[in-house]
């Protein structure tokens, strides 16, 4: 069991946890992930890791409540248990010693540039942008612990509402033609923003991965569940991943492969909401 | 001496009707009545060859003798001294191969169901209630084992047993390995894995989950920083394989490793109660004609699938499943395209499977395993509809621990270098045994290699210590 130390609600949606996991904050590095299960009855699923402190043993994460598993996690609180919370896993993510580098984050995937930004920051020979994205002001998390991290911090969001009104790929392109460009580009983030970011990065032949959170089950290569294709080869995300050549990989055929089970999500969600509502009105009689 | 019995008393079944709609165990176990009659065919042999057919060195004259007689309690306490997993072992080791391949009585006759009534003892001591355990002086030195499958519990088991400190560093969230994640419900029900290692925490054996060698912690800092004096890697298989034929990533495709380990270790046939899905359609393919292919295509009639196939580009001949699970998958209506072999998986327009493309094929002359090649008979592409594909077809060796262990040699299949005799790799301290040496084989063989493992590290500890 792993004890929630922290929680912090950034927006009415996503919550930030701080996990008491000594040996995964001693080895974690970033660009890796975890697998957490809620409870007993619960499912594996894959989440980047956000930060991590090695003298204090505690992992960082993110989660946006989308499905059953984020909203019974949101349910819980600090001093609440985690069932289990495995990792870090994936290849940590090769960074430069020098040059530019772009971090685009979209949506809670914000949360997963920290840690690389943190990394790089005050490395002598790197320039570090950050370019983030939501819909609105509120939905835009961790602008100020990112912001504090990298040399630019270049927010947007949809309605204007913060930062430049647009898409991260309209400062990406704008930064890109005006500072002659970049030599890396980490994108983060929902996949159609990830291969949105690939496309315009691809005429200009700048480097450029794209951290994919594909389904899995163990993590540990067991199961191929994730297995991603990139060029024409087939690469496992826990193993070899979960960053890959954005220009390579077949975006589409992952967004397919995660929406395998939607039908099977919506029934876990609704009958969760369900049992929720139930507990509630017995809870007010 | 009175005539012996020309042959075995069968292994009583749940009806096959009624067991593909559930996960309840297929074979029921003999009674106490069957299994004392069938220990006294045993010849009593003065020297018994089936022990020398057994990777763990069963004594099986004596536990059967002891059986023969009814004395149950005295029979378990026998095996137990070399086998800590009868349960197990009784019901997935392929006795056949080992130890009743040796049996006398079958140069004549069916030999003795040693297996079967290896599974009545253990069944027996489970069910009456384990003995307790004889206190063991303690010894100072800590092992890790890495990986809690059957390689790993052995060799736990047999360290602890000697008062080594032992703890097992298991990557996933329960113990078993395989038997939790492979073997389903139906062929070893998850309370047997589950009360043996509950029996190993008893003995002091320390479990530790969701800990993955070579990521959370390495090796150096188990021996480093943890203070672990040898390490023990039973780190299992690996990597499934694929065909590497087009349409490999349509929604509806799996390896059996995946299929597997959700049915059986995220428990996905009890959706939504458990929140892992797993949907295999009407008509499903599994391909290859290993104990993991019958294991996953029984499964997928479990769960809902009115037509189950196995696809096998060679014949019944060569298939490598034991003869057991395929007639069990035969009862309960599987069937079977031998000579068969997908070309292509053909998919619809939001990425579903709908089809398998194959080519019939005839047997050639015989390639380097011994076994005839199977050649494509031109013009013979036809397609099956299905709605799901499993592939069957083993696994490659998982780099993570290579990578991240300095001083550890690997083959060029990427298997661990392992001393067969004593699991000694290419680091001093360090041992390796199981599937990550062998590549994908049986749970006994792994378990042999575990009890090897342990008597080597306990050598090596001992010397060690006079060293020092």
């Known amino acids: ?285 | 001496m009175a005539k012996v019995r020309r042959d075995r008393h069968a292994m009583p079944l749940l009806d096959a009707a009624v067991r593909v709609t559930r996960f309840d165990e297929v074979a029921l176990g003999y009674t106490l009545e069957m299994a004392m009659e069938e220990a006294q065919r045993c010849l009593k042999c003065k020297n018994p060859t089936c022990e020398n057919g057994c990777p763990v060195q069963v004594p099986v004259k004596d536990f059967v003798a002891l059986l023969a007689e009814g004395k149950v309690e005295e029979s378990i306490k026998r095996m137990r001294e070399v086998n800590r997993l009868p349960a197990i072992c009784g019901r997935v080791c392929p006795q056949e191969e080992q130890c009743e391949a040796k049996c006398i009585v079958g140069i004549k006759f069916e030999p003795v169901a040693i297996g079967r009534l290896e599974r009545f003892v253990a069944d027996w001591e489970r069910q009456h209630g384990f003995a307790p355990f004889e206190e063991i002086p303690q010894r100072k030195e800590k092992v890790a084992v890495i990986g809690a499958g059957p390689a790993g519990l052995t060799c736990a088991g047999d360290l602890a047993a000697l008062g080594y400190q032992v703890t097992v560093f298991e990557a996933l969230h329960a113990a078993g390995g395989v038997l939790m994640y492979g073997i389903p419900e139906f062929r070893l029900p998850k309370e047997i894995v589950e009360a043996d290692v509950k029996r190993l925490e008893e003995m002091g054996v320390e479990f530790r989950y969701n800990v993955v060698v070579g990521r959370t912690v390495t090796i150096d800092s188990l021996m480093d920083d943890l203070g672990y004096d040898a390490v023990f890697i039973g780190t299992g298989a690996g990597l499934p394989k694929f065909m590497g034929i087009p349409g490999e990533n349509y929604s509806g495709v799996y390896s059996s490793n995946e299929f597997l380990t959700r049915i059986n270790l995220l428990r996905a046939y009890r959706f939504p109660e458990y929140d892992t899905p797993m949907k295999v359609g009407k008509r499903v393919a599994v391909i290859g004609a290993g104990n993991t292919a019958m294991d996953s295509v029984r499964t997928s009639l479990r769960v809902g699938a009115e037509k189950a196939m196995i696809v096998y580009r060679r014949t019944e001949h060569e298939m490598t499943a034991r003869k057991e699970e395929f007639e069990h998958a035969v009862e309960e209506g599987v069937e079977f395209n031998w000579l068969t072999n997908p070309i292509e998986i053909i998919g619809n327009a939001d990425g579903w499977v709908t089809g398998l493309k194959c080519m019939k094929m005839e047997l050639g002359e015989p390639d380097e395993s011994g076994r005839r090649k199977p050649v494509p008979i031109k013009g013979s592409e036809f397609i099956m509809e299905v709605d799901s594909v499993i592939m069957a077809l083993g696994t490659t060796p998982n780099p993570i621990l290579l990578r991240t262990t300095p001083g550890l040699q690997s083959n060029k299949w990427g298997c661990l270098v392992a001393d067969p005799e004593t699991g000694a790799t290419t680091r001093p301290g360090v041992f390796a045994g199981g599937d990550a040496v062998t590549g994908a084989a049986t749970v006994i063989l792994a378990m042999g290699a575990g009890q090897k493992a342990a008597k080597a590290i306990s050598e090596y500890l001992q010397q060690k210590a006079v060293h020092a």
């Open chain 1, 1 to 285: 069991m792993y004890r929630i130390l922290k929680m912090r609600q950034l927006t009415p949606v996503t919550r930030l946890y701080v996990i008491d996991a000594p040996l995964v904050a001693r080895s974690a590095q970033p660009g890796q992930f975890i697998i957490l299960r809620v409870g007993a009855t619960g499912e594996r699923i894959p989440i980047t890791i956000t930060d991590f402190d090695r003298e204090a043993g505690t992992v960082t994460i993110v989660v946006q409540e989308v499905g059953k598993t984020t909203k019974w996690l949101a349910q819980l609180g600090e001093g609440d248990y985690i069932q289990d919370f495995a990792g870090p896993l994936g290849q940590p993510v090769e960074l430069p010693e020098r040059g530019r580098v772009a971090l685009i984050g979209g949506g809670f995937g914000t949360g997963a540039i920290l840690t690389i930004a943190k990394a790089l920051h005050g490395r002598p020979g790197i320039t570090v942008d950050a370019i983030v994205g939501a819909r609105t002001q509120e939905l835009l998390i961790l602008a100020d612990e990112v912001a504090a991290n990298v040399d630019r911090f270049l927010p947007c969001t949809d309605d204007g509402s913060f930062g430049t009104k647009g898409f991260v790929t309209a400062v990406l392109h704008d930064q890109i033609k005006a500072e002659k460009g970049y030599e890396l580009v980490i994108a983060v983030g929902p996949m159609p923003m990830m291969k949105a970011v690939a496309d315009v990065t691809r005429p200009y032949a700048i480097y450029t991965l794209a951290s994919m959170d594909p389904i899995m089950l163990d993590g540990t290569g067991m199961c191929g569940a994730c297995r991603v294709k990139v060029g024409n080869e087939n690469k496992f995300a826990c193993v070899d991943g979960p960053c890959f050549d954005a220009h390579k990989v077949d975006f589409l055929e992952v967004s397919r492969r995660t929406k395998m089970y939607k039908a099977e999500e919506k029934i876990a969600l609704d009958r969760f909401v369900e049992h929720e509502c139930q507990c509630k009105s017995a809870g007010n009689r």
